[in-house]
């Protein structure tokens, strides 16, 4: 296990006290250059400025000061797993994304289905974005096929995307993909990056091979794409490391995935924040940690739309009074990166974080921002210490030696 | 040895320069709810304040955020060793901590008297608490057993504590428990937890088993309970790793046992703050680094009388002029970890400190207290670093590299 989680797991106590973590994605952003003010410094939000003036403060770094996670990194740092050596593939998270039970074993690969011309040249990595139904159906076309012992389960994701599970005893996912992220050249083979791997990269070729008979058909998605081959990771569960009977609310599946691979149990929720909202107050007493995930604060950053995350940030305020009316003992809002809409992408930029609990010690940061935490409490630290400050303040820590 | 230390052992120097080490135990507080300040914040401290003016300031963690640590760990890192590698076990700590002379070789371990039914099932554990009286007169019929070679020293902690010392060539301490941390069940026989500790269990058990019988007549003090078999620890000396000759002044046994440990001299000295200073002054031309530690902030702390805690601290105040007389080269002023009163017990919070030196390139904290050193010069860090801090500020470290 990693070692920092060792000395939590040897501390911690189960407890009847709450741990809420908000997480609003993409939360970090960069100023506007008109006026000199971040997304967050830009919005209208007195119900977190309120909470902030009692909480502590800081800005944390989900991996280290420069290096810009992917959404699976930056949750796991959330969560106290570092996010270097704890890794999970691309395929997996795709798995998990669409709640696929995956079992030990399993090898998981993200795919596309794509356009290859008559001489099998790639000519849209996305087959035009099919529907979400005409995807489903290609899928089953595909699924359950036996490849020399190995069973290749075939789902849907959304649009053109998909996601291939290969089942079978002994298979190593280090393969190269066969996605060459890229149009005007054919698709690539799966190649076996070690001896091990000999097998699957066998089965991945004749998957696809025959994935461009049974799909030749079905232009504009005749053929597929494939990437990101990885395994089912072996990680401590939440409530091993932390003894937390812990619960997962998430519109978007990957989120829901993520918290399942590390033990916590999903609550079925809706769409919108107010869906979210409503599914924690309908199970608040059934858990003592909650992870609340914000998705439309990054998809408007991704987007670049700075007025938009702007908007999405006034209503995770607005939700906040009604969080705080549960009395939970320790809130943290945090994010898992930033997501500047001026980059459009994840970026490096570390996060505001502010953690509220009766014991915190609050500093003198009165608003929740960028500028005014770095001058908190808590300074500028690792995202993965957040769960043992966390446990911390809600007492479920006992001291360590004596 | 401890990597960090590697490097300071390589470039350590000896010099005339003195460094005064001023440990004020659970230094760090919590606001009292009614007023909003901390104990440090409500005490009156104008040389505190005056030396944090010219000093630069910071707070630290003595292991990692959100981790509450014991005494030892919490000094163990002031000192710069790694608290976590360099845990030390219960029992040696216990006999550290009434001034046993403990000799490379002994295993060390925590007893209780307690009592036993006629069927020696275990009524109390803690013998009704007898007397430091009785205590020390059962802990001398115990006294200096020989068993297989091995003498067993006994010697009396407080009220039915004592501490039991196996002194014999090649005792390995890896054994459990015998004190099963209930009662209605017989104690437990002490297990090797390896091939090598099956000699020390041996005796161990043989020993207990002889107690039984000469306590017999002894109710409710009838039966003894071991645990935390442990070795003494083998560290580098301060003399090792800083070149530095080294003197302890602590009115507690525990911390005068722990600077033994790590190789310090230990000076003798009074049971109040002013005769700590009094030896500081009588011994302060015979050594280099002094470690200085007060304890009635820990103990009001743990007591939850914030009063008092704030009493203690303006009286450590009040010495200072008197510390600061002496003129030594460096002084730190740090603490183990936060005692809260809020909290009646150590807790995680990070401690303000603060280094004053000719050299120390103040920062703008103009008062010692949690808030103020927020914005300190050396930010939050490890307490591990605050030696190689001292050491620099005293110009006792070569560079590192060409």
Known sequence: MIKSLEIIKEIAIASPS???????????????????????????????????????????????????????????????????SCNIGR????????????????????????????????????????????????????DGQMID?????????????????????????????????????????????????????????????QAGETLAAHRPANMVLLRGFSGHPQ?????????????????????????????MEILKTGATIEDEVKTLKQHYAGYDFFFLHIKGTDSAGEDGDFARKVKVLEQVDSILPELLGLKPDVVVVAGDHSTPALLKAHSWHPIPVLLYSRYCRPDRVTEFSESACISGGLGRFPATQIMPLAMANALKLTKFGA
């Open 91 to 142: 395929g997996v998270l795709e798995a998990v994304g669409i709640d696929f039970e995956l079992l030990s074993g399993d090898v998981a690969t993200r795919g596309n289905f794509c356009t290859v011309d008559e001489k099998g040249l790639i000519t849209d990595r996305r087959a035009g974005r099919i529907s979400n139904e005409k995807c489903a159906e290609l899928c089953q076309l595909l």
């Open 235 to 263: 990680f401590p569960t939440m409530s091993e490391i932390y003894q937390l009977k812990s619960a997962a609310i998430a519109s978007y599946p990957m989120y829901r995935g993520l918290a399942k691979l590390i033990g």
């Open 18 to 84: 709450k741990i809420l973590l908000l997480v609003i994605d993409g939360l970090g952003g960069l100023p506007n250059p008109e006026t000199g003010k971040t997304e967050l410094e830009t919005a209208r939000t007195p119900n977190l400025d309120k909470l902030a003036a009692g909480s502590i403060c800081g800005l944390t770094d989900p991996i280290s000061p420069g290096i810009t996670p992917g959404s699976a990194p930056g949750h796991l740092a959330l969560f106290g797993y570092d996010p270097v």
């Open 149 to 209: 012992k190995v069973s290749v389960l075939v789902r849907p994701v959304r649009e053109h995307r998909l996601v291939a599970v290969f089942r079978g005893g002994g298979l190593v996912p280090e393969v190269s993909d066969s996605d060459p992220q890229q149009t005007g050249v054919a698709p690539k083979s799966v190649n076996a990056l070690s001896p091990k791997a000999d097998r699957l990269a066998g089965v991945a070729n004749k998957f696809v091979a």
